[in-house]
Nanobody, 121 residues
Framework: QVQLVESGGGLVQAGGSLRLSCEAP????????MGWYRQAPGKQRELVAT???????NYAESMKGRCTITRDNAKNTVHLQMNNLKPEDTGVYYC???????????????WGQGTQVTVPS
């Protein structure tokens, strides 16, 4: 099992910034892509941004120009810097990791527990 530990959510006024972080402690696996998804009340979970092990990033159209995803492969961490936040960015943000388990010799996908981001209107 791979545990994803998220931090950095909170309440921020419109136009403000937040930085989310996610760490995957351990060494019995190799992380391929990592990313962030979000789920607003009454809506389906949606992509925010992903980043490959080689540093290639992908962003939702609604977040382009307003967020940057980075990762530290040595520390198994991924960060999401979000700027100019809007009320529609409100939701629970989930960290996601696509890994290869060196123990089970299998491809696996893990999710964090979620961190709340609230941008009041």
């Amino acid at each position: 099992q791979v545990q994803l530990v998220e931090s950095g959510g909170g309440l921020v006024q419109a136009g403000g910034s937040l930085r989310l972080s996610c760490e995957a402690p351990g060494s019995s696996f190799r992380i391929n892509a990592m990313g962030w998804y979000r789920q607003a009340p009454g809506k389906q979970r949606e992509l925010v941004a992903t980043i490959s092990s080689g540093g290639i990033s992908n962003y939702a159209e609604s977040m382009k120009g307003r967020c940057t995803i980075t990762r530290d492969n040595a520390k198994n961490t991924v960060h999401l810097q979000m700027n100019n936040l809007k009320p529609e960015d409100t939701g629970v943000y989930y960290c996601n990791a696509d890994v290869w388990s060196n123990v089970r010799l299998a491809h696996e996908v893990y999710w964090g527990q979620g961190t709340q981001v609230t941008v009041p209107s």
